[in-house]
């Protein structure tokens, strides 16, 4: 395949992605202009997050296993477990239930979460010196690109969520929601792109 025909798929690949988007966001639009409860924790639009991140996780823990390079590789569990870690934000574990366990089972769960965030940036900054040689194989990528976009759309998100805007609280939790869906489909668009077009062999291998 040419560079230039490689080119071409990889746009209309992004074209697609794009016009997806926006048709589950003018669905929701119109969902929520008749029922303003799909902006509201676990209902529809948080739902939709939920199921876009754990798809992110299975698509980049997929790459983790293809890979056998050690950059790659890191790469990889770095995004999953980023992508983990929303997860656990959206689903407010202690509000499923009144019962005091629902407190400790989110409790517990976020200490492990920040247990296992402790002992993977102790494994990056072992392997620091490798990162640092090549620094363009991980930070000067699309799938790098993808993921900081939907770091920012959360970011942007923030105001809607504590309520710092004009906007009436429905309103607000629409555009928080909607922010947070471009941003989970980010999310996985760059753990599609590690999967399938991050390069996953290198002289370096992981042992």
Known sequence: MSPQTAAQRIVIQIT??????????????????????VAHEHHLMENIQVLLLLIAVGVT????????????WLFAVTLSLLFTSLIVRELDIDSFGTHPRWDDYE????????????????????HRMMLIREPKA?????????????????????????????????????????????????????????????????????H
């Not at 697609?16 to 303003?36: C, K, N, Q, S, T």
């Not at 200490?111 to 940036?121: A, N």
Request: no cysteine; hydrophobic share 55%; proline share 3%.
């Open 107 to 126: 409790t517990l769960l976020r200490t492990l979460l920040v247990i296992t965030w402790l002992f993977w940036l102790h494994q990056i900054w072992i």
């Open 16 to 37: 697609v992605f794009h016009a997806l988007l926006l048709a589950i966001l003018i669905g929701v639009f119109i969902r929520w202009r008749h029922d303003p409860l």
């Open 61 to 72: 823990l997929r790459a983790a296993i293809k890979s056998t390079a050690k950059r790659s």
């Open 138 to 206: 991980i930070i000067l990528t699309p799938a790098t690109g993808f993921t900081l976009l939907g770091i920012l759309l959360y970011v942007f998100s923030w105001p809607f969520d504590k309520g710092l805007t004009n906007l009436s609280i429905n309103a607000s939790m629409f555009v928080e929601e909607a922010l947070q869906i471009g941003a989970t489909s980010y999310f996985l668009l760059g753990g599609l792109w590690v999967l399938f077009r991050h390069p996953h062999h290198e002289s370096q291998r992981r």
